[in-house]
């Protein structure tokens, strides 16, 4: 054997999936190899549409690149490419930008399929580097869940709305007319409530009133409502959690474009999610509801091994917290009779996001009215104990760091509110930048919407300081990514066990990376994967920047999930992913994402740091 044979051999036995091959197909990949000198003027000559081949990177480095000119991926030494192709015998489209002149080895498509044939781990390692290529091309929305699909894709019809001053005589005409079992009311292309079949039946039939009564009378005001651009899953979460049939959807403008009913679910497969929140929402009392509690983590590493999208679970278990949330409400009032004024029950950071694990602790707050008096906190005080007490008897762990509705430094009026994050945004010291971060990701859990809205835009507003977005981007710049020199992961030690903490250091910046464009938009959603949707288009994020911090955060939290359903052990923390114990593809998958999210806080604080 020569010695340049058996320095490719080598080579190939340290790149994955090469070294899954026995000593024969190893052989015949080194024998068969074509090595090709590759720089941007004959880039053309070699990745030719009507030749496909795979390619191993053996130096320099190029980015591959889509027929429109975005970013797929950065190819350096030992990665591969041009497979997709192989496997699907679609036409190469994709194009090479080279950015140092170097050398790839090739084989031909007939060499592949024998070296597929001779090797299921060969085939396996391609087939799961086709479907899960972190900076891979997005291929559209077939094969989703039915679940994930969004709502704008399965509405049928546009709405039949109603005026408020209207009679319910006309109501009933317009139902009938257009055959439909509810009417949105709507003034000014704002929802104002809905009016149900069921409602013209209890509290117009059976009390008497007469047909000439204006709809406002009967109607149900500031119903439930869901967003076009959430899912499926979201719409079924929200119906069973409020015991509801008919739930309007509006755009981002707060204008109703549509209605999804139970009906319009029927078809569908039974949903068990929808079975485990419902269980929740009829429990008798406190005790029964955390017996039903004590089977989510059990059922949601059932669930996450029959789901595409193991994100799916991290909207699961905040959709699980939020009914626990309003159940044990509810059983308080039940007690305690109703809420004295108007108020809003705050989730924060990662039930506000959606993107709650097992190891989730609870973050919550209150908002009440300007007007609300020392009695009536006192109401609101105990219920927050009870509430709080009872999240964590069902398995949702009280706050290390006291950020709970059961504090009272965090019951406060919209005013007080205000005044709070004026603080912050006014004296941008680091300790308030990293206190203030969990408030500006909220979402009403309970309560009173239109409270909620109004306090939102104005903390929105309150956010748009050029000083403040500038010692953000400081702060953001200042954070450690585990990813030192010579693309090596930097891990913690355990006791023998090595780790990255894959939430503080890279998920939370991430957030903290997309929470800052969000703030500088005024943005008012607080989950990462919707605030980049309403970014997308939009300066100072460019679109191929956005789609790679939107790759990374589905990678790092799926890979986060699935870690810590398969944990089969205790005494490791509950974010800590060991690199040793992933998959070659994965590894190279997680430095990847890294790189996006170092490139980002560059980006950061470049485009804010002009603010200090």
Not at 232 to 260: C, K, Y
């Amino acid at each position: 054997m020569t010695s340049d044979s058996q320095d490719i051999r080598s080579f190939l036995q340290q790149t994955p999936p090469f070294d899954a091959l026995d000593a024969d197909t190893l052989k015949l990949a080194a024998d068969k190899m074509q090595a090709m000198y590759l720089c941007q003027a004959n880039r053309d000559e070699i990745i030719r549409p009507d030749r496909p081949m795979l390619f191993l990177v053996r130096s320099g480095a190029s980015d591959l690149v889509d027929k429109d000119g975005q970013h797929i991926e950065r190819l350096e030494p030992g990665d591969l490419f041009g497979y997709p192709s192989l496997l699907t015998g679609r036409a190469i489209t994709n194009r090479l930008q080279v950015i140092a002149d170097g050398i790839v080895w090739t084989w031909s498509a007939a060499l592949f399929d024998e070296m597929r044939r001779r090797s299921q781990a060969f085939e396996r390692y391609f087939m799961n580097a086709h479907g899960q290529r972190l900076l891979a091309e997005k291929g559209g929305q077939t094969g989703l869940d039915w679940t994930e699909k969004t709502l704008d894709s399965v509405l049928e019809r546009t709405p039949v709305s109603i005026p408020s001053a209207a009679s319910i005589r006309e109501a009933a005409i317009k139902m009938s007319e257009h055959r439909v079992s509810c009417l949105l009311v709507v003034d000014d292309e704002q929802l104002r409530g809905i009016l149900t079949d069921r409602d013209l039946r209890n509290r117009v039939v059976a009390a008497g009133l007469t047909t000439d009564t204006a709809v406002a009378a009967v109607m149900t005001p500031m119903p439930a409502v869901v967003y076009a651009r959430e899912s499926l899953f979201d719409a079924l979460t929200a119906m069973s959690q409020t015991n509801i049939h008919h739930l309007p959807v509006l755009d981002d403008q707060e204008r109703p474009v549509g209605v999804i009913t139970a009906t319009d679910l029927m078809h569908q497969q039974r949903s068990e999610p929808v079975l485990l929140i419902n269980a929740l929402f009829k429990a008798r009392d406190k005790e029964a509801l955390v017996q039903e509690a004590q089977k989510i983590p059990d059922y949601l590493r059932s669930f996450a091994g029959r789901v595409r999208d193991i994100g799916t679970i991290g909207r699961l278990l905040s959709s699980l917290t939020d009914g626990m949330t309003k159940k044990l409400i509810q059983l308080y009032e039940q007690k305690h009779g109703s809420a004295p004024c108007a108020y809003v029950w705050l989730a924060f950071g990662s039930q506000a996001r959606g993107d709650q694990t097992l190891g989730s602790d609870q973050d919550n707050g209150l908002l009440f009215a300007d007007e609300i008096t020392d009695g009536q906190r006192q109401w609101f005080a105990d219920m927050a104990t009870y509430v709080c007490d009872g999240l964590a008897d069902c398995g949702i762990r009280l706050c290390p760091g006291d950020i709970m509705a059961k504090n009272p430094v965090w019951q406060m009026t919209r005013l007080q509110w205000r005044e709070q994050f004026q603080k912050w945004v006014r004296s941008p010291t680091p300790k308030n930048i990293m206190h203030s971060m969990i408030f500006f990701d909220s979402r009403a859990v309970a309560g009173n919407t239109t409270l909620y809205r109004r306090h939102r835009e104005e903390v929105a507003k309150l956010a748009q300081h050029d000083m403040f977005l500038g010692n953000i981007a400081r702060h953001i710049g200042e954070l450690s990514v585990p990813l030192g020199l010579f693309n090596r992961f930097r891990t913690k030690s355990e006791g023998e066990f090595e780790y990255i903490d894959i939430k503080k250091q890279a998920i939370a910046i991430l957030n903290d990376i997309v929470r800052l464009y969000s703030l500088s938009a005024g943005l008012t959603v607080p989950a990462t994967p919707a605030r980049l949707a309403q970014l997308r288009g939009k300066s100072p994020l460019n679109d191929k920047d956005n789609t790679n911090l939107l790759e990374a955060w589905q990678f790092l939290t799926q890979l986060r999930l699935n870690v810590q359903m398969d944990r089969r052990y205790d005494g490791v923390p509950a974010n800590a992913v060991d690199p040793e114990q992933l998959s070659t593809l994965q590894r190279r998958q997680l430095k990847a994402a890294f790189r996006v999210i170092k490139n980002a806080q560059q980006g950061v604080s470049f485009k804010f740091g002009r603010n200090m």
